[in-house]
């Protein structure tokens, strides 16, 4: 079992939903978020005046699944977020050591 936490746009968001969707994905958790990586902000204009945004807003992802399907959802997310423009984001794969489903007691796979 994996965790893939992905960092996007916020407007590829429904893109990528829909992707997980196609894929088999059937959970994902979604929280706003603020950051920067390489290109360290950007510079807007305001009513004339110039001022830097240093954390830009990004849309977080988080989702637990299958060893056998990770290959195709990283794919989904890659392909449906993919822009080519800087700060198009990242995807993180983390190893799982177990999950447990609070209602019923399931362990494991079946309680993702």
């Known amino acids: 079992m994996k965790k893939i936490e992905a960092i996007i746009k916020p407007f590829k968001l429904d893109e990528v939903?829909?992707?997980?969707?196609?894929?088999?994905?059937?959970?994902?958790?979604v929280l706003e978020a603020r950051g920067f990586g390489r290109q360290k902000g950007h510079t807007e204009l305001y009513r004339?005046?110039?001022?830097?945004?240093?954390?830009?807003p990004k849309v977080k992802i988080e989702l637990f699944?299958?060893?056998?399907?990770?290959?195709a959802a990283v794919e989904a997310i890659q392909n449906a977020a993919h822009t080519g423009r800087i700060g198009d984001g990242k995807i993180f794969i983390m190893p799982v050591l177990d999950a447990v489903r609070?209602?019923?007691?399931?362990?494991?796979?079946?309680?993702?």
């Open 65 to 71: 699944i299958e060893d056998a399907r990770v290959e």
């Open 102 to 112: 609070i209602r019923t007691g399931e362990t494991g796979d079946d309680a993702i």
């Open 17 to 29: 939903k829909d992707a997980l969707h196609e894929v088999g994905v059937s959970g994902i958790t």
């Open 48 to 56: 004339g005046a110039e001022y830097v945004v240093d954390f830009v």
